[in-house]
């Protein structure tokens, strides 16, 4: 069956809202304002990790029909517990909780009145949000019409506002590049893509636009990789545009605010100027709506793949435990889950990212034995040595592979991805010549 473009753009706006939520509203106008001139560059390494990689991975995973199957060319054992690692940690071990108190940290607690209850507020705030994100998920058939008709336009609308009124209002004044960004701002761009969770948040979601698709009653496979190709691009553009808009405002605030620990401050001072006190109501609505719409969709996606994996307890019970296991995490405080989601996101994105770029190349790459798991294992252990570099019996055994090209920053695995790779390519030639070698001198 075809999709109207009414139906399609639906389907976008939905695949859109679902990975724009916390962190890519805070770290794009970060980026801006620590890079100041150097951005334009910056932002493009941030697009790579924030944009085209999670498309990639919502094409992969919709091509070989969820994260398992894709994981299982590694094996089966490999594909079981990478599969459950990123559903918790892009779940409610660390994604949901902390889309869920950002929006609160960032855009409600500093207008709370003086001496309030922080800990009190949070607990309304995050027991409403808990309720309303719940409640979206227990009807997943319906959520391409109620996020993509009304939750995405109003984000869209909101953003664009901000945006227009920052151009006719704001103040701005760009300074020379800071911090990192100073001397390697494509790469530290690149790395701070990491942050938004989206390609492994796209391993997770790729699962949610087929099964979208399926109640839209598109039902044949080729159909289903071209609307998912097709909703891939125009979320992908969507975002590429807002992260542009938020990072230029970050940017042209460079010389105007003083650089705190994150985005969401230079946020408020924004707002604040452009529309006063009153705005601090605009964002909290927009960092609540684009943290809402992730949640569902993470919440979605996670309950559907456990409750295929343990049958016995059905749909609605895992949405009821990921969002009850969610409020409990959310409850422990922002500053607590962000501390333990960079080493996270360090050992697991580059495994993530190799397993997307794989399999884009499985046409080619399928009769070559052992490819997947050569590559990615290595890439694995490194990921893994590195996100714990900081700790003292891992310090040593991390110095060895400081000799890597590009370690320093994070991006050693790319080299030992890269000689696997070629490795096993090279020794599948050879055999392969071999073997004709010797059928030639048989015969």
């Not at 919440?299 to 609605?316: A, D, H, N, V």
Request: charged share 10%.
């Amino acid at each position: 069956m075809k999709l109207t473009k009414s139906k399609m753009l639906l389907v976008s706006f939905m695949l859109f809202s679902l990975f724009f939520g916390a962190g890519n509203l805070i770290f794009p106008p970060f980026l801006g304002q620590t890079a100041g001139e150097k951005t334009p560059l910056a932002l493009l390494g941030f697009l790579i990790t924030a944009v085209i990689l999670p498309v990639l991975g919502v094409i992969v995973v919709a091509k070989f029909d969820g994260l398992e199957k894709l994981a299982s060319k590694v094996n089966s054992k490999f594909a079981i517990v990478f599969t459950i690692l990123i559903y918790l940690s892009i779940g409610p071990g660390l994604g949901i909780p902390r889309a869920a108190s950002v929006p609160f940290e960032m855009a409600i607690a500093p207008y709370l009145p003086s001496g309030s209850s922080l800990r009190l507020y949070m607990l309304l705030y995050s027991l409403v949000f808990f309720i309303i994100a719940g409640w979206l998920a227990l009807t997943p058939n319906k959520l391409v019409d109620r996020i993509g008709k009304f939750l995405t336009p109003s984000l869209l609308i909101l953003l664009i506002l901000l945006f227009m009124s920052f151009l006719f209002a704001g103040k701005m004044d760009v300074t020379p590049a800071q911090n990192s960004y100073r001397d390697s701002a494509f790469v530290t761009g690149f790395l701070e893509g990491y942050n938004t969770m989206d390609a492994i948040a796209a391993l997770n979601f790729g699962l949610v636009i087929a099964t979208t698709l399926h109640t839209l009653h598109v039902s044949e496979k080729k159909d289903i990789m071209h609307y998912t190709i097709r909703a891939g691009i125009a979320a992908g553009s969507i975002l590429a545009i807002i992260y542009g808009m938020l990072s230029f405002m970050g940017m042209q605030s460079s010389g105007v605010y003083e650089l705190q620990d994150n985005g969401a401050w230079t946020l408020r001072c924004i707002v604040k100027q452009v529309f006063g006190n009153p705005g601090a109501i605009m964002l909290a609505a927009i960092f609540t709506l684009a943290c809402l719409t992730t949640c569902v969709g993470l919440i979605t996606s996670i309950s559907q793949y456990f409750s295929t994996l343990i049958p016995k307890i059905g749909y609605r019970y895992w949405v009821f435990i990921i969002v009850g296991f969610s409020f409990a995490v959310c409850n422990l405080g922002l500053t607590t889950i962000l501390s333990i989601s960079v080493p996270i996101l360090n050992a697991i994105y580059p495994v993530a990212i190799t397993l997307i770029a794989l399999g884009l190349c499985d046409k080619w790459l399928k009769d070559i034995p052992h490819i997947y798991s050569c590559t990615i294992w290595p890439v694995a252990i490194i990921s893994v040595i590195y996100a714990m570099r900081k700790l003292t019996p891992m310090r040593y055994i991390s110095n060895m592979f400081s000799i890597l090209p590009f370690y320093s920053y994070g991006m050693g695995w790319v080299t030992v991805a890269v000689v696997m790779c070629l490795v096993v390519l090279i020794y599948a030639k050879i055999k392969a010549l071999y073997k004709v070698k010797s059928s030639n001198t048989a015969k």
